[in-house]
Each structure stands twice: as C-alpha cells, then as structure tokens.
T-cell receptor, first 114, second 113 residues
Framework: KAGVTQTPRYLIKTRGQQVTLSCSPI?????VSWYQQTPGQGLQFLFE???????NKGNFPGRFSGRQFSNSRSEMNVSTLELGDSALYLC?????????????FGPGTRLTVT | DQQVKQNSPSLSVQEGRISILNCDYT??????FLWYKKYPAEGPTFLIS?????DKNEDGRFTVFLNKSAKHLSLHIVPSQPGDSAVYFC????????????FGGGTRLMVKP
C-alpha cells in the first residue's frame, strides 16, 4: 500500500508570495492533518480535515488555510509569506477521526522563504 | 506552555544495551500516546502507541510504559541497534480533539557500535 505522498518536496518562495502544498493520504484514510516543523517551535499542529470538513485548527494566523477534496486529498495554502514560514510542512493521514488512531506521516515539503 | 516535554535533548547508548527515552505531559485530558522516530529530511515514522487504560504496550524491541499518576511515559528499546539512531518524538492526543497530536521537543538517540 502506498504511503502518504506530498508535493512538491522542496519549494523556494519570496516574501509576500503565496504557496499551495498538496498531500495525498494513504488509500482509504479519510483524515488528513497538517503540521509545521521548525527548529525553534518543533512540531506544531496546523489543522485537521475529515470528510472535507475542518475539524480542528491550531494556533496559526489566518494566512494558513487548507481544504480537503472528496477523494481525501488535501491542500494547504499560505498567503503573504513571511521569512518565519520557512519550515518543513508535514501531512499525516489516519483511518478515522478521533485520537486513538495512529497517524502516518508523509516525507514533508521543505519550504524556504527568502 | 509545553504540554508535552522531553527533557533530554540527546541520549547516547552502546549497541546492545537498553535505551530509555522519557516524556512528561501536563494535560490530564490526553488519553492516547504515541512514539515516532524521525530521520533528517523524512517524516516521522510511527513506532508504538498506548492508550491511557493500559500501563504497558510491547512490540518487539520496543516497549512503552505509561504512569498516569505521574503523567509520565517512557520508551524502552532493547537491545539498541545503530540503526535506531534518530530523533524520537513522543506525542499525545485527547479523544475530544480529533487527530490533533501535541508533540514533545524530541530526543536525539545515538547508538554507538
């Protein structure tokens, strides 16, 4: 079974631009969560989608948004990029919603903002 | 306010010996705990989990212990192998928070041959 895939793997953007990252979950998984990893803040939860609905949102500004499609694929968008948005963005999928299911992570998208 | 803490940023162990990685949490609503292993430039890989109704879960060389009264969990790796060298994250979730995981800061494990 194929794992979680994320595209692109690497991205370089300029301050003020916007970016869209894509995540395809494991087949059959309906929950997709997004995390940001930075050296200073560690791994932080961005948001979670289940059946095309955002179920939870972390403590990030409104410039960070996401969506999920009917095939469970998800995208996240960051508008008006700032230098501090440089990070590894990780997507994780899970079979169901709820806290008692393992989440499987993709390889991440490394975003560099210059 | 860090709800999940891994107080040891790094740990060095000899091959064949036991590695013990520790994690503390403060939120009593957490009821499911997971350990992930991460190599550079890769996503975290799920290792083992434990529900709050248990105090121990074992999977091969990996055992997780949960002490609810102390809000403490630990991951034991026996025997340690050089391939276990990676950063280990503990994570916690609450059933009323969907799939939101709260991660600790990670512990870098180095297993020396």
């Amino acid at each position: 079974k194929a794992g979680v895939t994320q595209t692109p793997r690497y991205l370089i953007k300029t301050r003020g631009q916007q970016v869209t990252l894509s995540c395809s979950p494991i087949s059959g998984h309906r929950s997709v969560s997004w995390y940001q990893q930075t050296p200073g803040q560690g791994l932080q939860f961005l948001f979670e989608y289940f059946s095309e609905t955002q179920r939870n949102k972390g403590n990030f500004p409104g410039r960070f948004s996401g969506r999920q499609f009917s095939n469970s694929r998800s995208e996240m968008n960051v508008s008006t990029l700032e230098l501090g948005d440089s990070a590894l963005y990780l997507c994780a999928s899970s079979l169901k919603a709820g806290g008692s299911y393992e989440q499987y992570f993709g390889p991440g998208t490394r975003l560099t903002v210059t | 306010d860090q709800q999940v803490k891994q107080n040891s940023p790094s740990l060095s162990v000899q091959e064949g010996r036991i590695s013990i990685l520790n994690c503390d949490y403060t939120n009593s609503m957490f009821d499911y705990f997971l350990w992930y292993k991460k190599y550079p430039a890769e996503g975290p890989t799920f290792l083992i989990s434990i529900s709050s109704i248990k105090d121990k879960n074992e999977d091969g060389r990996f055992t997780v212990f949960l002490n609810k009264s102390a809000k403490h969990l630990s991951l034991h790796i026996v025997p340690s192998q050089p391939g276990d060298s990676a950063v280990y994250f503990c994570a916690a979730s609450a059933d009323n928070a969907g799939n939101m995981l709260t991660f600790g800061g990670g512990t870098r494990l180095m297993v020396k041959p």
